[in-house]
């Protein structure tokens, strides 16, 4: 064994891992001490999820020339990660994706009981996917506190895939809580939470740093980092560029409110006379006395929801997580149906359309559509899957689809990756995947559910600037937890809260300040009509 270094809990020697032949990183060296909370940095792609699974023993380095991984989690030091999962809690987006096809009742073959909150959540202290057997009762005491940390104790009964995404990400971090690890590797786990939720759960991760558990986490967001963190670990490229005490002007600098003013975005409520011209005019989609029921694997309902998209709008939907942002846009994409006495129209008919029909005119990107794709398929061939609004199974393309397919890869720089498997990229790297997947058939309406989660900074830079373009072909439906991700394009917002609409207003002075300014969108259309 090489020279160990004194007190550290972990420490790499010069070490690589490949996956699937490829190397992805190279050349570690690098040491965690007690006391430490790091903040892991990087673009998509540069090995910071893959970092986190070697740190936790989930995969090795590379059997030639990979280094050496040392252990001490216990004081003795030890190649071998065996037993180390009891001490270092994981929590991630794809282990969240993960979970969900294993759990979800809408792709499991059997008819068995759906796994519950707590059983999850009990599956923590047995290092398993599903519960072997029954808690005693001082393990259903870990759960209980565990589920009462993270706020979801009235949720414990629940099945797991009833969940939104934000209480599923609450759910993975009590299962991670519950065998009370020494070490908790967090994973971009703000994707999905809205603003009070992530407060909260940032407020519970610095309390656990105060109270001696050792935090390392990633993040594409410099304001999501608790004030714990005292070291910057930087990947790219799977090598470290970076590594050091955390400089308080970096790391945590404050996101900006808004790249074009944005912080003086105001909303006008939508008035009668506003609703009664809108009324009058064609429209994208349309909801009357719109209601929808539980069903399965879905818990929030819609109540009485009227709703229009006019051509040329393009709308925000806010809401915290679970008050029925999912069951709207499942809705509208056709894969639930309103209940008795309510309407939903498309394209200014109000003939009934098939879900085939509905699909070939709507682009829809999520983190569950990301997380049901579950096959072995190329970049090119997932891309391509998007003609035919199909999930894990390939059709014929044509030439033209083939030159399609093309055009939207290098759209969005996804040269290097055409010839992978959509399942050995990062998380990021995937979403780019399915948000290319979803326009690759030029839908007249595109549905984005949170989509900006997981990209790093310049991934949502040019994504915003990419959807703002052709926002003048294709109306836009927006969904997103964060003020910063709100597209220059949005002209309409709604709020919803406990299953209804509750607000529906319209963009006023950002969109009067950016009229005329040079290169926006309402500065190009004006400049046509006068042509």
């Known amino acids: 064994m090489p020279q160990y270094r004194h007190q550290s809990l972990i420490h790499l020697e010069s070490v690589s891992v490949m996956l699937a032949g490829k190397w992805v990183l190279r050349d570690l060296t690098w040491s965690l001490h007690q006391g430490e909370h790091w903040a892991v940095l990087g673009p998509n792609g540069a090995g910071k999820s893959t970092f986190l699974r070697l740190l936790r023993g989930e995969i090795w380095p590379a059997p030639v020339h990979g280094g050496t991984r040392i252990y001490a989690l216990d004081g003795k030091p030890t190649q071998s990660p065996i037993g180390v999962e009891r001490h270092i809690g994981l929590v991630s987006a794809e282990q969240q994706q993960q979970l969900w096809r294993k759990h979800s009742r809408r792709y499991r073959d059997d008819f068995s009981t759906p796994i519950t909150v707590e059983q999850l959540v009990f599956t923590g202290l047995l290092h398993t996917e599903l519960p ?41 971090i009590a299962r991670a809580l519950v065998a ?44 999501e980092f608790i004030p714990a963190i005292s070291n910057i670990l930087e990947l790219r490229e799977g090598r470290i560029a970076a590594s050091g005490p955390r400089q308080r002007s970096a790391g945590q600098r404050p996101l900006r409110a808004n790249r074009r003013g944005r912080l003086q975005d105001d909303w006008q409520p939508l008035t009668a006379n506003d609703q009664a011209e809108r009324e009058a005019a064609p429209f994208v989609v349309r909801l009357t006395h719109v209601s929808v029921s539980p069903e399965l694997g879905q818990r929030a309902v819609l109540h009485n929801v009227n709703w229009r998209m006019n051509p040329g709008e393009h709308w925000l939907i806010k809401g915290d997580n679970g008050v029925g942002k999912s069951a709207l846009l499942k809705l509208i994409l056709g894969e639930c149906r309103p209940a008795h006495g309510g309407q939903i129209a498309y394209f200014n008919s109000v003939a009934p359309r098939s879900v085939w029909e509905i699909k070939q005119r709507i682009g829809y990107v999520s983190a569950e559509l990301q997380a049901r794709y579950s096959a072995d398929h190329t970049v090119e061939q997932v891309i ?62 595109l549905i984005l559910d949170e989509v900006f989660d997981g990209l790093d900074a310049r991934a949502r830079s040019d994504l915003r600037t990419f959807l703002d373009v052709i926002a003048a072909e294709v109306s836009i439906i927006l969904v997103s937890h964060h003020e910063e991700d709100l597209l220059d394009c949005i002209t309409h917002r709604a709020i919803l809260a406990g299953g209804c609409i509750i607000e529906q207003s319209v963009r006023t002075t950002h969109i009067r300040e950016s009229q005329d300014k040079p290169g926006t969108i309402a500065a190009r259309e004006r400049k046509r009509s006068s042509a």
């Open 384 to 445: 391509a899957s998007g003609f035919s609004a199909s999930l894990n199974w390939l059709t014929p393309i044509t030439a033209a689809q083939r030159k399609r397919v093309e055009e939207v890869i290098a759209q969005f720089r996804l040269q290097p990756l055409a010839k992978q498997s959509v399942q050995q990229l990062s998380y990021g790297q995937a979403r780019r995947v399915f948000i290319a997947r979803a326009l690759v058939h030029r839908p007249a309406l």
């Open 180 to 223: 009370q690890p020494r070490l908790l590797l967090l994973d971009e786990i703000g994707v999905g939470l809205d603003a009070p939720t992530r407060r909260a759960l940032y407020a519970l991760i610095q309390q656990l740093a105060e109270q001696g558990v050792t935090i390392l986490m990633t993040s594409h967001r410099g304001d």
């Open 132 to 172: 072997t057997r029954s808690p005693r009762p001082a393990e259903r005491k870990q759960v209980d506190l565990a589920l009462e940390r993270v706020g979801m104790t009235h949720l414990a009964a629940a099945p797991f895939d009833s969940l939104s995404q934000g209480q599923m990400r609450r759910a993975l």
